[in-house]
């Protein structure tokens, strides 16, 4: 076994599908647990982390070690959550009979890459160093009251995403909660001392953008789920409202920073820059406005995803314009304050 640095970028950008035993028995850990973890999907718990991280800095607030310490136990976190999710729904029958999830992504426990002995040593050890993040964001801050509840939430949703939250159609509520103005607010937060309700704002757009690419995922598995009794927000409200509902999201991320950019004045409107993601936001709206097609589309390269890969392209696009204009924005603020007035 060798490290495989290239893996690592792989893994890290895009899904890897693989059938060899032997070629996953010849991975690095490192690359083992970035695959495992989907960790292509688990990279917007990073964005999450760096757009705290600009709107702390911009107000002053930044520190570098409490920032990876803390971005790096929530990105282990995120994939921790993973792990248990398919051990929760492998052992519950879910994952099984080419079900949606194994068919875009190494699942290890249904391709008996490893058992379950294994699947919960990984979930353990992540869950540990996960934990010490925490308890290092606890004595940053003193053990304020606020990172307590923080704590304590995050760790609720670890480990009843899965089930029951999911099944009660709460998963896609929860998503958008934790990915935008939780954990944005709270690695701010963390940095700085202090509860800002303008980044409670601020952490909503991106925080919808992932509960989209989620509310797709669990349309395009509408069918599947319903028939095992998984009650996503798309099984318990119907595909169509669904669908709905997800261009709602998708129109509210840019009604939200156009607010934050003309009414608070919290954003300068170099913000704007998020409209180059105009194809690819009316890519899926117009997407969404018909079923999934019953078989691929010619060419097509990802089957069985179909709404999550154009919320997956827009989530991507969105969030690294999102992180350009946080940039040039607190770049403006530090060195033309008197450009757009506003408050901090």
């Given at each position: 076994?060798h490290i495989?640095?290239?893996m690592?970028?792989?893994?890290s950008?895009?899904?890897?599908?693989m059938d060899d035993k032997?070629?996953?028995?010849?991975l690095?850990?490192v690359?083992?647990?970035l695959i495992?973890?989907r960790?292509?999907v688990?990279?917007?718990?990073?964005y999450?982390?760096?757009?705290?991280?600009?709107?702390?800095a911009r107000?002053g607030?930044f520190?570098w070690?409490p920032?990876l310490i803390?971005t790096?136990g929530?990105?282990i976190a995120?994939?921790?959550?993973?792990?248990?999710?398919?051990y929760?729904?492998?052992?519950?029958?879910?994952d099984?009979?080419?079900?949606?999830?194994t068919?875009?992504?190494?699942?290890p426990?249904?391709q008996?890459f490893?058992?379950?002995?294994t699947?919960i040593?990984?979930?353990?050890?992540s869950g540990?160093l996960?934990?010490l993040?925490?308890?290092?964001?606890?004595?940053y801050?003193k053990f304020s009251?606020?990172t307590?509840?923080l704590?304590a939430?995050?760790?609720v949703?670890?480990l009843a995403y899965?089930?029951?939250?999911k099944y009660?159609?709460?998963g896609?509520?929860?998503?958008?909660?934790i990915w935008g103005p939780?954990m944005?607010t709270?690695?701010y937060?963390v940095?700085s001392?202090f509860?800002?309700?303008?980044?409670v704002l601020?952490g909503i757009p991106?925080?919808?953008s992932?509960a989209?690419?989620?509310i797709a995922?669990?349309?395009?598995k509408?069918?599947?789920d319903?028939?095992?009794?998984?009650?996503?927000?798309?099984?318990?409200v119907?595909?169509?409202?669904a669908?709905?509902?997800d261009?709602i999201?998708i129109?509210?991320i840019?009604?939200?920073i156009?607010y934050?950019?003309?009414v608070?004045?919290?954003?300068?409107?170099?913000?704007?820059?998020?409209?180059?993601?105009?194809?690819?936001?009316?890519m899926i709206l117009g997407?969404?406005?018909?079923p999934?097609?019953?078989?691929?589309?010619e060419?097509?390269?990802?089957?069985p995803?179909?709404?999550?890969g154009?919320a997956?392209?827009?989530n991507?696009k969105f969030g690294?314009?999102?992180?350009?204009?946080?940039?040039l924005?607190?770049l403006?603020?530090?060195?033309?304050?008197t450009?757009?007035?506003?408050?901090?």
């Amino acid at each position: 076994m060798h490290i495989n640095f290239a893996m690592w970028r792989k893994a890290s950008w895009q899904l890897i599908k693989m059938d060899d035993k032997k070629e996953w028995d010849a991975l690095d850990v490192v690359s083992k647990w970035l695959i495992a973890t989907r960790s292509a999907v688990t990279l917007v718990t990073v964005y999450s982390c760096v757009i705290a991280g600009i709107l702390a800095a911009r107000d002053g607030h930044f520190s570098w070690v409490p920032f990876l310490i803390v971005t790096l136990g929530l990105f282990i976190a995120h994939g921790t959550n993973n792990i248990l999710n398919d051990y929760t729904d492998f052992n519950r029958g879910v994952d099984r009979d080419n079900y949606f999830r194994t068919q875009y992504g190494v699942h290890p426990l249904v391709q008996k890459f490893w058992d379950n002995s294994t699947s919960i040593r990984w979930f353990l050890v992540s869950g540990v160093l996960a934990t010490l993040s925490g308890i290092y964001a606890l004595f940053y801050t003193k053990f304020s009251m606020t990172t307590i509840g923080l704590f304590a939430f995050g760790a609720v949703v670890l480990l009843a995403y899965t089930y029951p939250f999911k099944y009660w159609g709460l998963g896609e509520f929860a998503i958008f909660l934790i990915w935008g103005p939780i954990m944005i607010t709270g690695v701010y937060f963390v940095l700085s001392g202090f509860w800002n309700w303008n980044v409670v704002l601020a952490g909503i757009p991106f925080g919808l953008s992932v509960a989209s690419v989620n509310i797709a995922k669990h349309i395009d598995k509408h069918d599947p789920d319903k028939e095992k009794g998984v009650g996503t927000f798309p099984v318990r409200v119907g595909e169509a409202n669904a669908r709905r509902v997800d261009q709602i999201a998708i129109i509210l991320i840019y009604a939200v920073i156009a607010y934050l950019v003309f009414v608070p004045r919290y954003f300068t409107p170099v913000m704007l820059i998020i409209l180059l993601a105009y194809k690819e936001a009316l890519m899926i709206l117009g997407v969404m406005n018909k079923p999934k097609p019953a078989q691929a589309p010619e060419g097509w390269p990802a089957w069985p995803i179909w709404f999550s890969g154009f919320a997956f392209q827009h989530n991507r696009k969105f969030g690294g314009l999102l992180i350009v204009g946080l940039i040039l924005d607190a770049l403006l603020r530090t060195f033309l304050p008197t450009f757009w007035p506003g408050l901090f």
